[in-house]
């Protein structure tokens, strides 16, 4: 992604992370659902406790930091383009006592500077700002820094065998007809975001990048047509 493109894809989030949150707060896309799967997911790990986590795209990391403060964590690492997202996520970690490195800078470039390896890795609504050949590559790079036994939960929007066009038809009347706690400029926000820097991928060829790339893939059960969560599991040593 050009360095421009990077600044704006993420401007929405830095000018305007109250926007967000009130789609946080009222479930617009389903991060209360995700959540809950997600601490099911984390309980089935417990024999890698203390865990080692990598958050790709942290945001403010207030969901995956409240999620996380019942279990022992050894270290929590996240990535974010954003210095405004990352200073509320300080906030949020140390809040909730949990030992954590924060790096500023693009996710997929950061994952070649660190030689750690990580019990679980976590996504959730950053990687469809990448392109179909850097979701790919990233994927790749998420298999080699998961632990045997490990766990990389993404949670993303996805297109169910619509182009692209059509996805983003549907979504944008999806926002206009039901996210009414927001203004309109607010909305108007949103969808200009959507419409420059979102890339979704087909949900089904993803599943394949992700198997090709060795990772063992569950669909979570959401009745949602836009909003998923994958389940990518590393099988153990
Ligand atoms: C919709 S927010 C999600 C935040 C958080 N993960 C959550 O689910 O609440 C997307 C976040 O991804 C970040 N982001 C987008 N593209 C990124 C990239 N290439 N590298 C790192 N962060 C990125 C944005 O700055 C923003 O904080």
Same mark, same amino acid.
């Given at each position: 992604m050009p360095q421009t493109m990077v600044q704006s894809a993420t401007q929405? /989030? &830095?000018? !305007?992370?109250?926007?967000? $949150?009130?789609?946080? !707060? $009222? !479930?617009?896309?389903? @991060?209360?659902? *995700?959540?809950?799967?997600g601490n099911t997911a984390f309980k089935k790990l417990k024999s890698l406790e203390p865990f080692n986590v990598l958050d790709l795209g942290c945001g403010d990391a207030q969901l995956i930091s409240e999620q996380l403060s019942v279990f022992e964590i050894d270290s929590y690492i996240g990535y974010d383009l954003s210095a405004t997202a990352l200073a509320l996520a300080s906030k949020n970690l140390e809040s909730n006592n949990i030992a954590y490195e924060l790096c500023q800078g693009a996710m997929e470039m950061l994952?070649? &500077? =660190? =030689?750690?390896? *990580?019990?679980?890795?976590?996504?959730? /609504?950053?990687? %469809? @700002?990448?392109?179909?050949?850097?979701?790919? &590559? /990233?994927?790749?790079?998420? *298999? $080699?820094?998961?632990?045997?036994?490990?766990? *990389?939960?993404?949670?993303?929007? #996805?297109?169910?065998?619509v182009s692209l066009e059509t996805y983003k038809r549907d979504?944008?009347?999806?926002?206009?007809? @039901?996210? !009414?706690?927001?203004?309109?400029?607010?909305?108007?926000?949103?969808?200009? %975001?959507?419409?420059?820097?979102?890339?979704?991928?087909?949900?089904?060829? /993803?599943?394949?990048?992700?198997?090709?790339?060795? #990772?063992?893939? =569950? =669909?979570?059960?959401?009745?949602?047509s836009f909003h998923k969560m994958l389940l990518l599991s590393k099988a153990a040593n």
């Open positions: 929405l /989030f &830095t000018d !305007n992370w109250k926007i967000y $949150q009130k789609i946080i !707060n $009222q !479930n617009y896309m389903l @991060h209360r659902e *995700f959540a809950a799967k994952l070649d &500077t =660190t =030689t750690s390896s *990580f019990d679980i890795i976590h996504s959730s /609504f950053a990687i %469809h @700002h990448l392109g179909d050949s850097g979701k790919k &590559t /990233f994927l790749k790079k998420c *298999f $080699q820094k998961l632990s045997p036994g490990g766990l *990389f939960i993404i949670i993303d929007v #996805f297109r169910d065998a979504y944008i009347s999806r926002i206009r007809s @039901h996210w !009414n706690y927001l203004p309109d400029n607010e909305k108007d926000m949103i969808i200009d %975001h959507i419409l420059r820097y979102d890339y979704p991928a087909d949900i089904s060829i /993803f599943k394949l990048w992700a198997k090709e790339a060795g #990772f063992t893939v =569950t =669909t979570a059960t959401v009745k949602d």
